[in-house]
């Protein structure tokens, strides 16, 4: 039997093969998982901006206001847990309450980010076209609507669990009580709210990749190096994300709202009837509920993921065979 460790407890490299689909996947698996745990209060808290109520046209409130009121609502519904049952300590109770709907949302991030590397990297050697520009940009908006349709189904889950709280009348109990609830009173086409608003958000990613893999080309050629530096890769995350994210920011609200619609009003909700209704009620800045709270999210949960995804990429490329 073939063994992988030597007597010095490391890893021959001749006896450890990956392919290069293996790595890209590897990355983007690792890459999804470490920026899930670290980012997902930010998340959540993003997600009850997004269907917070607005505020009517012309009114003004406090700075910081409405995010101060979702930490009071996190922080009572933790105590009045507390209160119920004192088995476990204070902040083990809030803890949950900050981490609710971690699991859909570990389970979305690590299936899209795997997929979506996987798809980037089978798309991009397919060289579409010799533009580099061209290539990237088409080759990570073919990804993200692929992953975007196939994941859609999570981010419903996800949007609906995040975005209640626990204690609240609708909320689901759990991932399963949320598959059931939607099967059996809306119907599996419900599991595909905000696809359409999710697909315009695919261009976010594909300007992002596109500034990236052209600022990476940059360094690259200047520094003679096809290993970019911690830093350099956090630089190149970080603006390509802002850039992007400015641009199509408004379709991440608007998907958020209609996953979130239940079928619980007298009007149906359409992109149009939502964009009309935030348009009224808050005017443009509606459109950019719960920004700021995504900047603080997104940078550094960009900036994670892409750091995971090439340090991991990096070191196992000794291993890639040559297909």
């Excluded at 021959?12 to 698996?29: C, D, F, H, V, Y």
């Excluded at 009045?80 to 004192?86: C, G, L, N, P």
Aim: aromatic fraction near 12%; glycine fraction near 6%; charge should be positive.
């Amino acid at each position: 039997m073939n063994t992988f460790i030597d007597h010095d407890g490391v890893v021959p490299k001749e006896s450890l093969q990956l392919s290069r689909r293996q790595i890209e996947a590897t990355g983007g698996l690792t890459a999804g998982c470490i920026t899930t745990l670290v980012t997902h209060p930010l998340d959540l808290i993003k997600i009850r901006l997004q269907l917070s109520h607005s505020h009517p046209r012309g009114t003004s409130h406090r700075a910081f206001e409405p995010i101060l009121n979702i930490f009071k609502k996190i922080n009572e519904d933790a105590l009045q847990d507390f209160k119920k049952t004192q088995k476990l300590s204070g902040l083990t109770h809030l803890l949950r309450h900050y981490y609710r709907g971690i699991t859909p949302n570990l389970v979305g991030n690590i299936s899209a980010w795997g997929l979506y590397f996987t798809l980037y990297s089978e798309f991009k050697s397919l060289q579409f076209t010799s533009n580099p520009s061209v290539n990237y940009f088409s080759s990570s908006t073919l990804a993200g609507m692929s992953t975007s349709l196939l994941t859609n189904p999570l981010w419903v889950l996800k949007t609906r669990i995040l975005g209640s709280s626990k204690n609240d009348s609708k909320a689901y109990k759990s991932i399963a009580d949320g598959v059931v609830s939607i099967l059996r009173k809306e119907g599996v086409l419900s599991f595909w709210r905000g696809s359409i608003p999710s697909l315009f958000s695919v261009f976010q990613g594909s300007l992002q990749f596109t500034f990236y893999d052209n600022y990476k080309n940059f360094i690259s050629k200047r520094y003679d190096t096809e290993q970019l530096t911690t830093a350099q890769y956090i630089y190149g995350s970080a603006f390509s994300k802002i850039f992007s994210m400015l641009i199509m920011y408004p379709t991440q609200v608007v998907r958020s709202i209609l996953q979130n619609y239940q079928g619980d009003s007298k009007q149906e909700r359409t992109i149009r009837s939502v964009a009309r209704h935030l348009w009224k009620e808050d005017g443009p800045r509606g459109f950019y509920k719960g920004l700021s709270a995504n900047i603080l999210r997104v940078v550094p949960a960009t900036c994670v993921t892409f750091v995971v995804y090439e340090t991991v990429r990096d070191n196992l490329r000794k291993y890639e065979t040559r297909e």
